[in-house]
């Protein structure tokens, strides 16, 4: 079995929700992850805050702008009179229960629910827009089997069992569709994993069922070698490791979610990506191969916060690190660079919703700097030891860029440098001339 993820752009039109149908329609047992149509989640989001600010009459005239778009979708989509009537009844339902939150103060459980309604109207149109077509296929509610632990992590056992479960009622059926992106969370409300969640859902079903492939169908043939929203000509990775995927999701390219890899890594699944708009080109293979050496690609993430801890106690002194690293662990914040000296340590975070508690624990250890606004850039590829040059030809690059940080060494896949959000852009169009 194969897991095919198409992305809101993917579905985000009558003619290529047409489209996919020749990419779907052959003989071949499949489960279909779909995302909300394009721009959806977004407008959602947009309607959720204007609640929140008590500005009703938008946030009206808001879910009514995005009715109107899915209203002309399914004219066009539809061909019978049976049908668009189905369509439209199933935009109406879907528009009521989301309008029916407007004139209340939101919760995050309620603001969930109305982002799951992207996903849910996109499954549920296309599996009518197949039935019109002949085709038979069945809707499986992503809702029943994906579930997140109280540390936001999927349940993978649980998957595994609900899905299979699931599965296991249809024998003779080949096409599945689910909804990418949304869950249950521990308390068994409506959840969902994060912004451009549903590469995550199309891996974590891959590893459940322990699939052939995972394809993530998007709008670009693949993984490029530098970020295509700011460096012209940039070109596809035809083979990348999972390891240098990774790196890359992880640092910005938004082609595919932070944690989409791991689930893949883990049961030996390979990941496709390919483009919707041109089916016909290669894409990239993520798998367990690497494939030859020096820079690769490179990505970046923005938001990132540096906090330096400079203390006299350090010199000489074991034991420092691992209180300074308890404080970031008891609130749960990641930290992604680090760098030392003998009396001071800096680490880069990008989760700051805890940053004042922190800085205040941390100034128990020392003095404490913050610095916000800044970007890593992030060079992946597979930089061997025994080879030299790779870090020469990496900061002769960067030679004008005031660099803050430089992680170098922590893996044999990436060799990032902390810079000022400002010269971001400016380092991943220099980084350009060595990938
Ligand atoms: P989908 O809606 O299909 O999930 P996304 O917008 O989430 O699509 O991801 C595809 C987009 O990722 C591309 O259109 C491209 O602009 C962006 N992107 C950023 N970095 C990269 C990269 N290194 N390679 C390919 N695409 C990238
Ligand atoms: N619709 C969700 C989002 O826009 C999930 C996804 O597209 O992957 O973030
Ligand atoms: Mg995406």
């Known amino acids: 079995m194969k897991i095919l993820k198409f992305g809101g752009t993917s579905v985000g039109s009558a003619s290529r929700i047409k489209k996919l149908v020749s990419l779907i329609n052959d003989n071949q047992s499949k489960i279909i992850v779909l995302s909300a149509i394009s721009g959806t989640t977004n407008e959602l989001v947009r309607f959720s805050n204007l609640i929140n600010q008590n500005e009703y009459q938008s946030a009206q005239e808001c879910s009514q702008n995005l009715k ?137 079903i891959g590893a459940a069922i322990k699939a052939e492939e995972v394809q993530i169908w998007t709008d670009i043939d693949g993984m490029h070698n530098n970020d295509p929203r700011i460096v012209e000509n940039t070109k596809p990775i035809e083979n990348l490791s999972y390891d240098e995927a990774a790196e890359l999701a992880y640092f910005g390219a938004k082609i595919l979610h932070p944690s989409s890899v791991q689930p893949a890594k883990e049961k030996g699944i390979p990941i ?33 916060t540096a906090i330096k801890i400079k203390s006299d106690k350090m010199l000489m002194a074991y034991g420092f690190i691992r209180k300074v690293f308890e404080v970031f662990e008891s609130y749960k914040t990641p930290i992604d660079m680090i760098t030392t000296s003998e009396v001071s340590v800096s680490v880069t975070i990008d989760k700051t919703d805890s940053l004042i508690q922190i800085v205040n624990e941390l100034k128990n250890y020392g003095e404490v700097e913050v610095d916000e606004n800044l970007s890593i850039v992030c060079v992946v590829g597979n930089f061997i030891s025994e080879s030299k040059g790779y870090a020469h030809t990496i900061f002769q690059s960067l030679k004008d860029i005031p660099i803050r940080m430089i992680s170098y060494g922590g893996s044999k896949h990436n060799i990032s440098v902390l810079v000022k959000t400002e010269h971001k852009n400016q380092c991943q169009l220099l980084l350009n001339e060595i990938v």
């Open 272 to 304: 496709l990506l390919k483009n919707t708009l041109e089916p016909q080109k290669k894409g990239s293979k993520i798998s367990g191969q690497t494939q030859g050496s020096g820079v690769k690609a490179i990505a970046s993430k923005d938001n990132i």
């Open 68 to 204: 109107r778009q899915y209203i002309e979708l399914i004219d066009e989509l539809f061909s019978s009179n049976e049908y668009k009537n189905k369509g439209e009844e199933i935009i109406n339902h879907h528009f009521s229960f989301i309008d029916s939150y407007n004139f209340k103060a939101l919760n995050l459980f309620k603001e969930k629910t109305i982002l799951a309604q992207g996903e849910i109207l996109s499954t549920t149109l296309f599996q009518h827009y197949l039935t019109e077509c002949k085709i038979e296929s069945v809707l499986l509610s992503a809702l029943n089997f994906m579930r997140i632990d109280e540390n936001g992590e999927p349940k993978q056992a649980y998957i595994e069992e609900m899905l299979s479960k699931e599965l296991s009622q249809y024998q003779n059926q080949t096409i599945f569709i689910t909804q990418g992106f949304i869950c249950r969370n521990s308390f068994g409300e409506i959840d969902n994993l994060k912004r451009g969640g549903s590469d995550y859902t199309a891996t974590l």
